[in-house]
């Protein structure tokens, strides 16, 4: 997409579309960011509203009280310093060698000062490389050398943001680094405008920005699925066996390798990998099992399909076993027709055009970034284990007649506690994640969850894990309570993994809150289902629990409430 | 290429780029005769004629243009040059 279709899209409708808002403050002109940030928006359908400050006018709006920027309430806050600028600073006050860290801590204070009138998220662009004319390559020796600062800049950019779950960085060097500085810079924009980049890079500059901000809105992608044959090695292993397919540090066969070393960091990440091959079982298994170039095992593999059937079908057949939605799968086959049946048959399913050539398919993919995320727990580490140990208990299950005689089997536990600095990263992500089991969809940053539970007089939480004889499902649900005026608690958020569903949990979760309220002395408790295009699964939610239905919200009686029966043990 | 080819292709990068039909440039006409025409849309148009025609001005050379026709004369000038 060139800069002029993105602005053609500004006289389009946006209507319809979810609103975000984003504020911009920059020390250069960023008027045509702020149209193709719209613009490109518009493509990926979300009304993105942009308040821009006035130009290099930073500090000055943070600390007017009155600023249009307090009043526009921005969901995300970017603060962009222009990487000339901060050149012509250092040089003018005497290239000192504490110029990273004034930088950061000043970026600090313009965080801290707009914090003090609002919430808001902070996007904060890095600073890219640039090769220092003034040392040369000695520049590294040289602490008091601007190449030495902008590098230590970014390193202490990337401890704030470690330490500060308010701000996400936008990593503009490394954007700068994939297209090539001298692709993405126009000295004359520069100099005549100060606009530091060329129309195209501004649009991949917007493009990677709304990526960000889309990862808080539960777009993120979880799952990748491989095609075989020519995707992960090269060759057919049907028809060439296993000697002869192309793995490993020779020719063509070290194009595989990349790619299986990047589903391999995917997986560690805690993206789920799945196989989706037209192959017979054993066949395509036997490379993962005795290959020894190959850096994927079965174990990485959370649902391996290969059989005759279309992809669609197989492709539908992973989702219901992971139970995740299609719009968070990413499927990878070298072959267009195969690319073409799913994206016609499963349009929400994620199917980037490889290249023709298998050695362009790495670069081709980093280049789409596909796994943006803005949270990486524990948990994350852990999925593929999780969904694995989820299979195992699927094909348990199928031996017991009963389902009753099942759960039993599991030996379930559940440890329920309110949240603590270790859980609230985890619930966040949940709150920004979950899109099915999820009464209200309110979507929370760490620094929103933090309040709510540090407001003892107006909320109380609830995080549940569960256990079984399988493993551990780590923390699968979450319950917000409101006290309300009325005496009633209002369910603010009511949020479960789909990974446990049918295990009797929702029930627990019910006796467990209305245990709270009983001790509390609270008659009520009031909850409300907000339909959206997702969590259709939940629309009788309260109506299955006992609720009544009364102006729109769901009401449950304390005081004659008979606790449930389900078969997971509480560990308290 | 002459004068009046240039002033035809650049009524149509304008057309595409400001994306209005009505558009119609003259040697006379300045920023102050086409609506979509500032300072924002401005660069976007010369940097879109300099991919067009394959030349690159300087910056004296987008400072000075007083109006479309001086703007041809230049793209004519490098372009017999090249």
Redesign the interface.
């Known amino acids: 997409m060139d800069f002029k279709q993105i602005k053609a899209n500004l006289k389009k409708d946006f209507s319809g579309f979810k609103t975000i808002k984003v504020a911009i403050l920059a020390d250069s002109a960023t008027q045509y960011l702020t149209q193709a940030i719209r613009g490109m928006a518009y493509e990926k359908k979300l009304n993105i509203e942009v308040w821009e400050a006035e130009y290099d006018a930073i500090d000055i709006t943070v600390s007017d009280a009155d600023s249009e920027l307090y009043s526009f309430k921005p969901d995300f806050t970017i603060i962009f310093l222009s990487p000339y600028k901060l050149k012509k600073k250092f040089y003018k006050n005497g290239s000192s060698s504490d110029f990273a860290e004034n930088s950061v801590e000043h970026l600090k204070q313009i965080s801290s000062t707009v914090s003090s009138h609002m919430n808001t998220n902070f996007l904060v662009f890095n600073v890219p490389d640039a090769f220092d004319a003034i040392f040369g390559n000695f520049s590294g020796k040289v602490t008091s050398s601007f190449s030495y600062q902008q590098k230590k800049m970014n390193m202490e950019l990337m401890n704030w943001a470690q330490n500060d779950a308010a701000v996400s960085l936008v990593d503009l060097c490394g954007l700068q680094a994939l297209h090539g500085a001298m692709n993405t810079f126009d000295s004359r924009l520069y100099i005549n405008s100060d606009v530091i980049f060329n129309f195209d890079f501004i649009i991949t500059v917007a493009d990677n920005l709304i990526q960000v901000i889309e990862a808080f809105s539960g777009f993120a992608k979880k799952c990748l699925i491989l095609d075989l044959d020519n995707t992960l090695w090269g060759g057919i292993i049907g028809d060439d066996g296993i000697d002869n397919i192309q793995i490993g540090d020779l020719g063509i066969g070290k194009a595989f390798t990349e790619i299986q070393l990047w589903a391999k960091a995917l997986k560690e990440r805690g993206i789920i990998l799945a196989v989706c091959s037209k192959n017979d079982e054993a066949n395509a298994k036997e490379p993962f099992e005795k290959h020894p170039d190959m850096v994927l095992h079965t174990d990485d593999i959370a649902v391996f399909v290969a059989n005759w059937s279309n992809k669609n079908d197989n492709i539908k057949y992973i989702q219901s076993v992971l139970n995740i939605g299609f719009d968070s799968m990413v499927f990878i086959d070298d072959n267009p027709f195969e690319r073409n049946i799913v994206r016609t048959y499963l349009p929400d399913v994620c199917v980037p055009e490889l290249p023709e050539d298998p050695s362009e398919y790495l670069t081709y993919l980093n280049k789409l970034n596909l796994f943006e995320t803005n949270a990486y727990t524990d948990e994350d580490k852990e999925r593929t284990l999780l969904y694995k140990a989820e299979a195992l208990r699927n094909s348990a299950s199928l031996s017991y007649t009963s389902e009753v005689d099942f759960l039993k089997s599991l030996d379930m536990v559940c440890e329920t506690k309110s949240f603590n600095s270790f859980t609230i990263p985890r619930v966040a992500q949940l709150t920004q994640r979950s899109n099915q089991f999820n009464l209200r969809t309110k979507r929370y940053t760490d620094e929103d969850v933090k309040r709510m539970n540090g407001d003892h007089d107006k909320y109380h939480t609830f995080s549940f894990t569960l256990a079984d004889k399988y493993g551990s499902h780590g923390l699968i649900g979450m319950i917000i309570l409101e006290k309300k005026d009325d005496g009633d608690l209002f369910v603010d958020t009511w949020i479960m993994s789909c990974r446990v569903l049918k295990r009797g949990m929702e029930q627990f979760m019910l006796n467990e809150i209305m245990e709270y309220a009983r001790k509390h002395k609270i008659d009520n408790i009031a909850g409300e289902y907000i339909e959206t295009k997702k969590n259709g699964m939940v629309r009788n939610h309260y109506k299955s629990l006992g609720f009544t239905a009364k102006g729109g919200l769901w009401y449950g009686d304390v005081n004659s409430y008979q606790p449930k029966t389900c078969y997971i043990r509480n560990s308290n | 290429m002459n004068t009046d080819e240039i002033l035809n292709e650049c009524t149509k990068i304008f057309v ?2 400001l ?1 209005n039909d009505s558009i119609t440039l003259k040697r006379e006409t300045t920023a102050a005769d086409v609506e979509e025409w500032d ?2 849309s401005h ?2 148009l010369i ?2 004629i300099e991919k067009h025609f394959k030349i690159r ?3 004296a050379e ?2 000075g243009f007083k109006n479309v026709g001086d703007m041809c004369d230049t793209i004519e000038k490098k372009l017999n040059s090249k």
């Open positions: 595409d780029q994306d300072s924002l660069i976007q940097v879109a001005f300087t910056t987008i400072q």
